[in-house]
Every structure is written in structure tokens, then in C-alpha cells.
């Protein structure tokens, strides 16, 4: 008998503790990060997110991680895997770079709410990312938030009012420059 999920373990444990992984990395640096693990003794199924600001680190990622499982699983002639890669998000920078107006746009929008601009990468994906990917280029604008993505995440109603009104210059801009 193979036991998937012992299998799984050790392919959890064979990637890299002291790098391409988000608690490893930072700013640009892309990564693998596992994400869920579904399994029973005879079936296993590990999902992974694979991040990068650059189209080929993509692919050098998703490659190193099929090497990988690949050569764990030369271990055990019996047992069988898929790797099947969906892309998620990729760097929205490639389609804004077309329609630079886009971003001249939101820009304007945050001053004239009286706001100081501050442009930075982030490291997640995104839905503007998605979108500009489909056709509707999207940059990231603020929302409010605060403590992003943790336990301790919230938003102030003077926030949220401050995202409004940019909104509502984004839309004007747009109205004037048409």
C-alpha cells in the first residue's frame, strides 16, 4: 500500500524553508506557497500559489516545483501524480505599461482628494490584476483598510468616505479627458 498523505508530507517538507516561500521573501521576490491539502490514505491533493512580478519567473517556479515533486516521486514507482497549473494572476504592470493613461488618471484622482500619492507593489493578487488580464486595465486604487489580510483588519468611515470621493474624481477625470 502507497499512503498519499505521507507522500504529500514529504513533498511539503522537501521545498525550501529559507526561500521561495512568502515568509522567506519579500518585496519583489516571488515564491510557492502551499495553500490547502486535501487528502485520504490513497488520494492527495495539494494546492499551491505561485507568485512572481515577471511572466518567466512564473514558469521557472512552476517548473522547479514539478522537478521536484518529479524526482520525489521516483521514489515510489508505484504511486502516480498530476500537476495541472491554472493560471491565477500575473503582474498587471504588463498590460498598464500599454495604457499608461490609466494610471495618470488614478493619480490625479488621489490629489485632487487631497490625499498624498504613494505607489508600491504588493504581493498578492489581485482582482485589478484579473481584470486587466481580461481586457479592463486596472490599477490597484486604496480602499481604507488598514491591517490587511489580518485577524485585526478594518476600515474607518472617514477611510471609506476618502475612497469615495477619489472614486468620484476618478470618474470625472475620465468625463473630461473623453
Known amino acids: 500500500m502507497i499512503n498519499a498523505m505521507k507522500i504529500a508530507g514529504e513533498i511539503l517538507a522537501a521545498l525550501p524553508k529559507d526561500r521561495l516561500s512568502p515568509e522567506s521573501t519579500e518585496g519583489k521576490r516571488g515564491f510557492i506557497h502551499a495553500v490547502r491539502l486535501e487528502s485520504i490514505a490513497e488520494k492527495c491533493t495539494i494546492d499551491f500559489i505561485i507568485r512572481d512580478f515577471e ?5 521557472k517556479k ?6 521536484q515533486i518529479e524526482e520525489l516521486m521516483r521514489l515510489y514507482p508505484n504511486a502516480s501524480f498530476e500537476y495541472k497549473v491554472t493560471e491565477q494572476y500575473r503582474n498587471m504592470k504588463e498590460i498598464l505599461l500599454l495604457h499608461p493613461q490609466v494610471v495618470d488618471h488614478a493619480k490625479e484622482a488621489i490629489k485632487r482628494s487631497g490625499l498624498k500619492l504613494k505607489m508600491e507593489s504588493i504581493r498578492g493578487g489581485t482582482d485589478g490584476s484579473r481584470l486587466s488580464f481580461m481586457g479592463l486595465p486596472c490599477p490597484n486604487l486604496f480602499a481604507g483598510e488598514q491591517a490587511i489580510h489580518s485577524k485585526l483588519e478594518f476600515i474607518s468611515v472617514q477611510d471609506m468616505n476618502k ?15 473623453s
Not at 163 to 177: F, G, P, Q, S
Open 62 to 67: 512552476e517548473d522547479y516545483l514539478r522537478t
Open 55 to 59: 511572466t518567466k519567473g512564473l514558469q
Open 163 to 177: 475612497a469615495v470621493e477619489t472614486m468620484v474624481h476618478l470618474i470625472r477625470i475620465w468625463e473630461e479627458k
